[in-house]
Nanobody
Framework: EVQLVESGGGLVQAGGSLRLSCAAS????????IGWFRQVPGKEREGVSC???????TWYRDSVKGRFTISSDNKNTVYLQMNNLKPEDTADYYC????????????????????WGQGTQVTVSS
């Protein structure tokens, strides 16, 4: 079993930056893909980015490409660097762990992730 704890959320003005951290315990990152998801009230949770720490394969949703960067310290923490934030990035952000699979098309779906953190709130003011 994997335990995940997110941190780094907060309030930032549009154009600003935040770095989210996801600290894992209970297993090694090599066995899992770690994804970042976000959710706003009344909407479905959506995939933002994902990384396979074992081979470095990453995935980003189109709306964050060029602004967000996911990385891993290859030990127990995955980061999501978020630059040029926009008001539409406002959401609760969650990290999640799921068994690694072939390709990247599955990475945007919460259904493939078994373990979830408690979430951290990101608010971007205009």
């Amino acid at each position: 079993e994997v335990q995940l704890v997110e941190s780094g959320g907060g309030l930032v003005q549009a154009g600003g930056s935040l770095r989210l951290s996801c600290a894992a315990s209970g297993s090694t990152f090599d066995d899992y893909a770690i994804g970042w998801f976000r959710q706003v009230p009344g909407k479905e949770r959506e995939g933002v980015s994902c990384i396979n720490s074992s081979d470095g394969i990453t995935w980003y949703r189109d709306s964050v490409k060029g602004r967000f960067t996911i990385s891993s310290d290859n030990k127990n923490t995955v980061y999501l660097q978020m630059n040029n934030l926009k008001p539409e990035d406002t959401a609760d952000y969650y990290c999640a762990a799921g068994p690694r699979r072939y390709g990247t098309s599955w990475m945007e779906s919460p259904l493939y992730f078994d373990y979830w953190g408690q979430g951290t709130q990101v608010t971007v003011s205009s």
